[in-house]
């Protein structure tokens, strides 16, 4: 019997597990340097963990849980994403105590029973972020930036922020009852979901994407004209900070989240490049999570990042791919050689290139082969006369020229391109 990857999960392996490692280092290397500390939670949690905090008409919650009962009859789930075990988490370990933001970054897969596409999968890779006790618009403002200046970083070019404000618990109750008044006798009109919606989850019927319900929806009231002076202010606040931190934006008050934790800023950043699952990031400020939770009342704002997103943006360019650029190959017609040579290859590794050779040492002819199929970008002849004269045979292998010259001058060199 052969088996396959479970439906909606997939293998990353070759160049697209090279673009994986790229988006997660460059992401980690930026979290680092804003001051953000690294917490790992466990993949699968207390099921209460998620139905408690993202709402029980969430969609996540409704049909996309992965649920089971292990061994000692404990109901779990694997986590569909990754803020409510990091609030778990930093109840759990006090982390939270004392005064000043608490910067937390996490990487690694979410499990959700959506219906495979492209673009959505049952197991994804999520990079998030969350930053805990400061309620003041200027931190979500400096997370979105972060969010957007990782998604540059990594190369990733036509993409737009949308933001909005859902507003808190003084001013979208009274917001969701305007908006279903007017939609009360509209409902025959609305697709099957959205008849649901209207009674369960009304502000999702704002993610629908029919054409007859994006129609009524396009003269139903809007949460920018119900949001409370408090909430009004901060969403003014947080635009002006946007431009001082020079990131654009575009308002979009039809942006709701899936999500019930959020109480008053949201953002996504989405593309046109991927078709129905726009999305690449997606955060927003949820600042009662943690008291739900257990914990001491406490602001917080975060964004999850979906890896195979940026990924399919970078497949097709050069980004991403950079250390393949750098792949150098040591060619060594026997193990004596090779031997001799081990402080050189360390050498080289120092400087940030990648080095490949052959440990059964075959035939140049058969090495030049598979330096191409490992797509090097330079292959170094080292024989005996290379030894002696402390002269380098390199051959390009864009070009197909050949030269013999320093290992550092070409070291260099390619340093420099
Ligand atoms: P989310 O919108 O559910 O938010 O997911 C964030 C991102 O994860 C999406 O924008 C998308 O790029 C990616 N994603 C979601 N589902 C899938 C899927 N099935 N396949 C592939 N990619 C997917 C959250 O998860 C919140 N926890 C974000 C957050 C953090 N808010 C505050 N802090």
């Known amino acids: 019997m052969k088996f396959q990857a479970v439906r909606g999960t997939r293998d990353i392996f070759n160049e697209e597990a090279k673009i994986f490692l790229y988006i997660e280092t460059t992401a980690q290397e930026l979290f680092l340097k804003n001051g953000y500390k690294e917490l790992r939670t466990p993949i699968f949690e207390q099921n209460e963990l998620f139905t408690r905090t993202l709402g029980d008409t969430a969609d996540i919650v409704t049909k996309e849980m992965y649920v089971f009962k292990d061994r000692g009859d404990r109901l779990l789930a694997l986590r569909p994403e990754g803020t409510a075990p990091v609030v778990r988490a ?192 997606a955060g927003g400020r949820y600042d009662n999570l943690v008291e739900e939770l257990g914990g001491p009342k406490t602001p917080a704002v975060g964004f999850a990042i979906g890896e195979e ?53 075959r035939s140049l002819k058969a090495q030049m082969k598979y330096a191409n199929s490992l797509g090097a970008k330079i292959v170094l002849i080292i024989g005996d006369k290379e030894i002696q004269e402390k002269m380098i045979t390199v051959k390009y292998m864009e070009s197909g020229e050949q030269e013999e010259a320093p290992l550092d001058n070409i070291l260099n060199s390619l340093q420099r391109k």
């Open 309 to 361: 997103r940026v990924a399919e943006l970078l497949k097709n360019t050069d980004d991403g791919k950079g250390y393949a650029k750098s792949l150098i190959y040591c060619l060594f017609t026997d193990k004596e050689k090779f031997l001799l040579n081990i402080d050189l290859i360390n050498d080289i590794k120092e400087r940030d290139f990648i080095v490949e050779y052959d440990y059964t040492f």
């Open 90 to 281: 930093a109840i759990e370990h006090s982390i939270l105590q004392g005064g000043g933001a608490k910067k937390i970054f996490y990487a690694g897969p979410m499990f959700r029973y959506e219906r495979p596409q492209k673009g959505r999968y049952r197991q994804f890779y999520q990079i998030g972020a969350e930053v805990f006790g400061v309620d003041d618009p200027l931190v979500d403002a400096d997370v979105t930036a972060l969010a957007v200046g990782i998604l540059k970083k990594t190369g990733v070019k036509d993409f737009k922020l949308h933001i909005n404000s859902v507003g808190c618990e003084a001013c979208r109750p009274k917001f969701t009852e305007q908006l279903e008044i007017y939609l009360r006798d509209k409902k025959e009109k609305l697709c099957a979901t959205c008849q649901e919606r209207l009674d369960k989850n009304i502000l999702r019927i704002f993610d629908c994407k029919i054409d007859a319900c994006k129609n009524i929806l396009n003269e139903a009231p809007r949460i920018s004209n119900s949001l409370c002076d408090a909430c009004g202010t901060k969403y003014n606040e947080y635009k002006q900070y946007l431009n001082k931190f020079n990131v654009a934006f575009i308002e979009n008050d039809a942006l709701v989240r899936g999500l019930d934790y959020y109480t008053g800023i949201v953002f996504e950043v989405k593309t046109d490049l991927l078709g129905s699952q726009d999305a690449i990031v």
